[in-house]
Nanobody, 112 residues
Framework: QVQLVESGGGLVQPGGSLRLSCAASATIWRMGWYRQAPGKQRELVAA???????TYADSVKGRFSISRTSARKTVYLQMNSLKPEDTAVYYC?????????WGQGTQVTVSS
């Protein structure tokens, strides 16, 4: 059973930055960061393949950057120029997601 553990969330002011980390117990070909805001569906924020190819949601292009370690088991999400609408619980998973892999996520709150 693959385990994914997210960390790095917190409270940040608008315009600030955070870096999220996702530690996986196994190498997954394509990893994604997802988020779910209150009352909204979970959405894909960014994804990265084992070869480093990346995709981003339009709402975060130019502000967020996804990367993974050379060992490929840790995936990061660097979030810059954060906005209040980025407030959500952030999760990592395979892309497309596998239901058994969902973890508890990490809360990101952007507020002054």
């Amino acid at each position: 059973q693959v385990q994914l553990v997210e960390s790095g969330g917190g409270l940040v002011q608008p315009g600030g930055s955070l870096r999220l980390s996702c530690a996986a117990s196994a190498t997954i070909w394509r990893m994604g960061w997802y988020r779910q805001a209150p009352g909204k569906q979970r959405e894909l924020v960014a994804a990265i393949t084992i070869g480093g190819e990346t995709t981003y949601a339009d709402s975060v292009k130019g502000r967020f950057s996804i990367s993974r370690t050379s060992a490929r088991k840790t995936v990061y999400l660097q979030m810059n120029s954060l906005k209040p609408e980025d407030t959500a619980v952030y999760y990592c998973n395979s892309h497309p997601p596998i239901s058994a892999y969902w973890g508890q996520g990490t809360q990101v709150t952007v507020s002054s």
